[in-house]
């Protein structure tokens, strides 16, 4: 019986982008997440007692700005190896756009897989051969699978790839291939790279995204970490998830059905948070926060989203100093304001909320809307309409999100405005 981690998508030193710019975002938790997970990498092949570490791909985060990050990680593979524990590893696309590895030797217990073909390593006193290939561009289009060897008789094989398969929301394709193209090879373990969600993407033979090991951004929300292989009489016995995170990235839904005023709404905002931070095990969390659901006040809290935001997050502030940011509020609640009696009045005022809410959705159907973006894109830093930040201004959805909310503001405040007069 032997052990392994698998793990991927390190991307050492990358930094959370973007978040710093934001009042009372965790700065501290922040700077060094990345470093810190792969140190709980570290610590858990050590404390598991595990034969050996893979790492498939985008170890680094593209050039580094200087030589810290190597000899950080050589100062962590030089722990490996008074463990003897040795890693095996293939660069990926990030990898690739990196110079300055070239010019630092890799520590003793580290092997790299070639870019020119595919290798194969074996380990005689556990009965196994590793088969796998780096990424020698960024870019790579073709096939990487369809060179791999059919598995060694008698051996427990195990493929090492940096891939999208045949592809995966959110992520660049690279090096195509068919779960099938894997199926073939006769492995008993394929130990994939490149998509950063967990996936099990079978369990006959197994093959599996491990993820990143720290998200980043809110897109990358949840547990994040590698597995833990058990192999037993040359099969697999176990795959294990092992939490690698240190800021954990949650999206929070607050049912807000039948809430009858503000106190109601914090009550159950204060529960909702409180469940996802019990949840995080101890971690910082950042946190988006949408509510949902059918509530008399969704007129008010869609009227004055700003206002409702700031009381959101003072909420937060209140439950939490240290270790609790809200990163965002979606306000996404349906009025049970009877709006139907309104819009059937046949008064200017019911003329206008119908005219609001029949308004198109689409940017181009929105005469001079192109415009309005043009010029937003103009005033603000780029970082903050990036592909990760809020406004996202190349992304229809997002465009279609503030059209959307535009509409429910606009709507709230006359209603609001209505029941006062």
Not at 138 to 153: I, R, S, T, Y
Not at 202 to 212: A, L, M, N, T, Y
Request: aromatic share 8%; hydrophobic share 40%.
């Amino acid at each position: 019986m032997f052990r392994f981690i698998h793990a991927a998508d390190v991307h050492l030193d990358s930094p959370l982008r973007g978040l710093s710019r934001y009042e009372s975002a965790p700065v501290e938790s922040i700077r060094d997440a990345c470093r810190r997970a792969f140190e709980n990498l570290v610590d858990a092949a050590i404390d598991e007692k595990v034969s050996f570490v893979l790492l498939a791909g985008d170890l680094y985060d593209g050039d580094w700005k200087d030589y810290n990050t190597g000899i950080f990680f050589n100062r962590l593979m030089g722990r490996l190896q008074r463990h003897d524990i040795a890693v095996f590893a293939v660069a990926g696309n990030h990898d690739a756009a990196n110079r300055m590895t070239r010019a630092l030797e890799s520590p003793a217990n580290v092997t790299f897989f070639s870019s020119r073909k595919v290798e194969k390593i074996r380990l005689n006193e556990l009965s196994v051969a590793i088969h796998g290939r780096s990424f020698g561009t960024q870019h790579v289009d073709k096939n990487l699978a369809a060179g791999f060897p059919a598995a060694e008789h008698g051996m427990f094989n195990i493929g090492l790839l940096h891939t999208s398969l045949d592809g995966r929301e959110g992520h660049a394709v690279y090096a195509p291939c068919s779960a099938d193209d894997l199926r073939s090879r006769g492995y008993q373990y394929w130990a994939l790279g490149h998509v950063h969600r967990q996936e099990f993407v079978s369990k006959d033979p197994w093959i599996v995204f491990p993820g990143c090991i720290q998200g980043r951004h809110i897109n990358e929300s949840g547990a994040r970490g590698c597995v833990l292989v058990t192999v037993e009489e040359g099969n697999v016995s176990a795959v294990e998830p092992l939490a690698l995170d240190v800021l954990r990235w949650v999206r929070c839904s607050v049912d807000l059905t039948g809430a009858a005023d503000m106190r109601d709404v914090l009550d159950r905002t204060r529960r909702s948070i409180e469940n996802e931070r019990a949840a995080a095990g101890g971690r910082p969390v950042a946190m988006r926060i949408r509510f949902e659901g059918a509530t008399m006040i969704a007129d008010e809290l869609s009227a004055f989203p700003q206002r409702f935001e700031q009381q959101v997050k003072a909420l937060g502030a209140e439950i939490s100093v240290d270790d609790l940011w809200i990163e965002r509020v979606e306000n996404k609640t349906l009025g049970k304001h009877d709006l139907k009696a309104v819009l059937a009045d046949d008064s200017a005022f019911g003329k206008l909320l119908e005219d609001i809410l029949a308004a198109s959705s689409n940017p181009d159907e929105i005469r001079g809307f192109k415009q309005v973006i043009s010029d937003l894109r103009r005033k603000i830093p780029p970082e903050l309409h990036s592909d990760n930040a809020v406004l996202h201004l190349d992304d229809r959805q997002t465009i279609e999100r503030l059209i959307e909310e535009a509409k429910h503001m606009l709507t709230g405040r006359l209603l609001t405005v209505g029941e006062e007069r």
